[in-house]
């Protein structure tokens, strides 16, 4: 069994527990420590004013005639009702010589704990603070004095919780709870810190952040690995778009030579059906390569090139131009008014999104055209509508697919690769957004642009 680093998240959690337990166990035993209610030495000054005490009584009995033990009971009675303390005295073998009058039990529990003149100690029972032994000497005889005074002060908070576990429950916790605090902290701050990267990736930023190898082992070695995953895909994106640029040199490269080659056929031989349709489909071609490279571009670049925009800024010379193109082919084009959001992302893909939905509504539309723009909550909405003839209910979603055509007869005539409507898709899920179609009131197409807005994009 490999066992974890002392800096891991593993020895934290355990190092808490148990610091945690140690604190609230030393704490028990400290109160208890202090607790009148315990047997205790007693503290340096009293020791020494008692002993005091007790000398003078030493001296007092030493003038006085009689029996030892008489004297100690008349010293006794005495000292009652002078200082309203109750005083009794034994001898060095612990036996009473007059018995008390009341706490019988508790003087005996006491004689029996503190029997030693030289550690005077100390315990509460009930009300009453009983305290000693001291040495009493007269001439040749020996005797202990015990002293008890009532208890007149209020016992500290912390030995009130000993006898109230729900407080003491709630101390524990107070105790507890900014260890506990801490760990949480030093836990959810990375893995917060690693749930701000993976968003990141999500929304098609892949950027290593050093800070992600910091904190507890086990979220470091998490971190090193996630940032290693991003280096690895920008280096694969690189190599990607390597490979795009050149494979769309080796293919530009013999088409363009193919149409020059038909050009100069058909200025040598004249114009014939054969030499056109050769032409027509080398034209295709390059379009669909064009749009091929377009889409691939879109679904790696867009993690570069990332700001804010408002929609007017990245949008209005776009439906101005689609606006002009519709005018020249006889149909009205209408757009609503823009409301004041910010969109964050890669501005040519964000305009590819529209451009190719616009472009496909002014192709397929009889008349009219409408773009639309709702905020709803937290999303902005931009809606595509054309009266045209629209689709089948269950070609809706394929149309978003690469190279799918409605009618092929149809997409022959416009000239169409069926790799629009697969950019704006793929432009969509670059942003965190989505595209869906459905059929308006018109009959025709209704495509709609879903876009996810923060709070700080609102201006």
């Known amino acids: 069994m490999i066992m974890p680093r002392l800096n891991s998240l593993y020895w934290r959690i355990f190092a808490v527990f148990w610091l945690t337990l140690f604190l609230v166990l030393v704490g028990v035993l400290a109160v208890q420590h202090n607790d009148p209610r315990h047997l205790h030495k007693l503290s340096m000054h009293s020791s020494v004013d008692f002993k005091h005490r007790a000398a003078h009584i030493s001296k007092r009995i030493n003038?006085?005639?009689?029996?030892?033990?008489?004297?100690?009971?008349?010293?006794?009675?005495?000292?009652?009702?002078?200082?309203?303390?109750?005083?009794?005295?034994?001898?060095?073998?612990?036996?009473?010589y007059q018995k008390p009058y009341s706490m019988g039990r508790a003087w005996k529990n006491f004689i029996t704990l503190a029997d030693n003149p030289e550690i005077p100690m100390q315990r509460l029972y009930g009300q009453w603070m009983l305290t000693g032994p001291f040495l009493i000497i007269d001439n040749e005889n020996q005797a202990l004095m015990f002293v008890s005074q009532r208890w007149r002060e209020a016992r500290p908070f912390y030995v009130q919780l000993l006898d109230s576990p729900f407080e003491l429950l709630l101390v524990t916790m107070a105790v507890s709870t900014p260890l506990l605090l801490w760990l949480a902290w030093a836990v959810t701050r990375p893995?917060?810190?690693?749930?701000?990267?993976?968003?990141?990736?999500?929304?098609?930023?892949?950027?290593?952040?050093?800070?992600?190898?910091?904190?507890?082992?086990?979220?470091?070695?998490?971190?090193?690995?996630?940032n290693q995953m991003v280096t690895g895909l920008n280096q694969m994106i690189r190599g990607q778009q390597r490979l795009l640029s050149d494979?769309?040199?080796?293919?530009?490269?013999?088409?363009?030579r193919l149409r020059m080659a038909n050009a100069l056929a058909i200025r040598k031989q004249g114009e014939s059906s054969e030499l056109i349709r050769i032409d027509t489909e080398a034209e295709r071609m390059e379009k669909m390569i064009a749009d091929l490279l377009?889409?691939?571009?879109?679904?790696?670049?867009?993690?570069?090139?990332?700001?804010?925009?408002?929609?007017?800024?990245?949008?209005?010379?776009?439906?101005?131009?689609?606006?002009f193109e519709a005018t020249q082919l006889g149909k009205c084009f209408r757009v609503?008014?823009?409301?004041?959001?910010?969109?964050?992302?890669?501005?040519?893909?964000?305009?590819?999104?529209?451009?190719?939905?616009?472009?496909n509504a002014i192709k397929y539309a009889k008349t009219d055209i409408e773009v639309s723009f709702i905020k709803k909550e937290n999303n902005l909405i931009v809606e595509v509508n054309d009266d045209g003839e629209g689709i089948p209910v269950s070609m809706l979603k394929d149309i978003f697919r690469p190279f799918y055509r409605v009618s092929t007869a149809r997409e022959r005539e416009t000239g169409s690769t069926g790799l629009g409507l697969a950019i704006t898709d793929s432009a969509m899920r670059q942003h965190n957004g989505y595209v869906e179609a459905s059929l308006n009131e018109m009959g025709g197409l209704k495509v709609c642009l879903i876009f996810g807005l923060s709070k700080e994009n609102t201006v």
């Open 247 to 256: 494979i769309s040199h080796e293919l530009r490269s013999p088409l363009t």
């Open 63 to 96: 003038a006085m005639s009689g029996i030892f033990e008489k004297k100690l009971i008349k010293i006794q009675e005495q000292r009652i009702k002078k200082e309203r303390v109750k005083f009794f005295f034994t001898n060095l073998q612990g036996e009473i």
């Open 336 to 359: 609503h008014k823009m409301p004041s959001v910010k969109i964050e992302g890669n501005g040519s893909l964000l305009c590819s999104a529209l451009e190719n939905v616009v472009r």
């Open 191 to 226: 893995a917060r810190r690693l749930q701000m990267a993976a968003e990141r990736v999500a929304d098609g930023r892949f950027e290593t952040d050093p800070a992600l190898e910091k904190g507890p082992n086990e979220f470091r070695l998490a971190g090193a690995s996630f």
């Open 294 to 323: 377009s889409l691939s571009r879109s679904q790696l670049n867009s993690h570069r090139e990332r700001e804010i925009y408002t929609l007017e800024d990245l949008w209005e010379i776009l439906l101005e131009d689609a606006e």
